[in-house]
C-alpha cells in the first residue's frame, strides 16, 4: 500500500511557520498537499492567512493539536488516507503552543494511520531574535527545537552576525544533529523541507525514552488567549494607533498577536501581525462582496486583561 508522506511544521508562536507554510504552497513543484493547520483559541485566524490554492485545509480550533483535538487529527488523516492518490503529501502546521512529541506519537500509536502514512520530518521554525528568551521561559519552545529534524533559524535579519553565531550554538546544546538553514521569511528551497525522510525514531527514543507510551505532557498554563469580533467597520487610524500604544506598554506579555480586520471605507482586509513589540499591517486581497466582513483580533500572552481589551477595541469602531 502506498503511504502519504507527512511534515510537521511547528516552531513557537509568531517563529513563521505560516509564511513557511505559504512559500509551500505557491512554489510551482506540481504537486497537491492536504493542510491541517491547529489554532490556539476559540477562533481561528491562521486559516485564512494561508494562500487561497488549491489545496484543501482543515481547521482545528481551541486546543494543542497534542490534547483536545488530537481526536480530531486522526479522524482527519483517516478520512485523506481514503483518498488514496488524491495527494502527494499531507502538510500539518501546528499551534506554536504545542509540544510536537505526541503529534509524533499519533503515527506510531495508532494503527491505521502508522499503515496508511509515514513521518517524513519535522521542520521547525525558530524566531533568531527572541528564541533565546523562549527557551528560558517555555517548555515547549525547547521540545519543538529538541524533537526537529530540519530547523530554519528564521529572521536572521534583526538580528547581528555575532547574536546569530550564539542563537545558533544555543540550538546547537539541544539538538547537535538537526539540519540548521538560516532564512529571511523562511525563504529556502523546498527540497531542503519536504521529501527529507530524515524522522528518526531511535533519535526520539534517546531523548524521550517513553516517547511510545508517553500520554501526559507540560504546557505553560500562564500563556492565554483573547479573542475580539466586531462586524462593524473600524477607523483606520485609530486602530493602529491603539494596536502601536498597546504593544509598545505591553509587548513582552503579548507573545502574538494575529487579525483581520474591517477598515472603514476599504474594500480589502487589513491583515495584522505582531510578535511582542514587532508589528506589521497590510492590506490584503479584496473582501468578497457574499463574505461577512467581520473584523477578528487574537491576542496571546500573559497577564491579560481581557475586558480593557475588548473596551479598548470597541472604542476603534468607526
Known amino acids: 500500500m502506498n503511504q502519504i508522506p507527512v511534515t510537521v511544521l511547528t516552531g513557537y508562536l509568531g517563529a513563521g511557520k505560516t509564511t513557511l507554510l505559504n512559500r509551500i504552497l505557491t512554489e510551482q513543484h506540481g504537486k497537491k498537499y492536504a493542510v491541517v493547520v491547529n489554532e490556539f483559541g476559540e477562533i481561528g485566524i491562521d486559516n485564512d492567512l494561508v494562500v487561497d490554492a488549491d489545496e484543501e485545509v482543515f481547521e482545528m480550533n481551541n486546543g494543542c493539536i497534542c490534547c483536545t483535538v488530537r481526536g480530531d487529527l486522526i479522524r482527519i488523516l483517516g478520512g485523506l488516507m481514503k483518498r488514496q492518490g488524491a495527494f502527494d503529501g499531507i502538510l500539518i502546521e501546528t499551534t506554536g ?91 529556502v528551497g523546498l527540497d531542503s523541507v519536504l521529501g527529507r525522510r530524515a524522522f528518526d525514531l531511535d533519535r526520539i527514543l534517546a531523548i524521550e525514552p517513553d516517547f511510545l507510551s508517553e500520554d501526559d505532557h507540560e504546557h505553560d498554563d500562564a500563556v492565554t488567549s483573547v479573542c475580539l469580533r466586531t462586524d462593524q467597520p473600524l477607523d483606520g487610524g485609530r486602530f493602529t494607533g491603539w494596536l502601536q500604544r498597546l504593544l509598545a506598554e505591553r509587548g513582552q506579555d503579548l507573545l502574538r498577536t494575529k487579525g483581520i480586520v474591517s477598515i472603514a471605507g476599504k474594500d480589502n482586509q487589513f491583515v495584522v501581525q505582531a510578535v511582542h513589540m514587532l508589528l506589521e499591517g497590510s492590506f490584503t486581497r479584496r473582501w468578497d462582496p457574499e463574505e461577512s466582513r467581520e473584523s477578528r483580533l487574537v491576542f496571546i500572552g500573559r497577564n491579560i486583561d481581557e475586558a480593557a481589551l475588548r473596551q479598548q477595541f470597541d472604542a476603534c469602531i468607526a
Do not use: G, M
Open 97 to 187: 503552543l504545542a509540544d510536537p512529541a505526541p503529534v509524533a506519537q499519533t503515527f506510531f500509536v495508532d494503527d491505521d494511520v502508522r499503515r496508511r502514512t509515514w513521518l517524513d520530518s519535522i521542520v521547525t521554525v525558530v524566531d533568531a531574535r527572541h528564541v533565546v528568551q523562549r527557551l528560558d521561559d517555555s517548555h515547549e519552545a525547547l521540545e519543538q527545537i529538541a524533537f526537529a529534524d530540519v530547523l530554519l533559524l528564521n529572521k536572521t535579519d534583526l538580528v547581528t552576525t555575532d547574536e546569530l553565531a550564539q542563537v545558533e550554538k544555543r540550538i546547537r546544546s539541544i539538538n547537535p544533529t538537526a539540519v540548521i538553514h538560516h532564512t529571511e521569511r523562511c525563504e
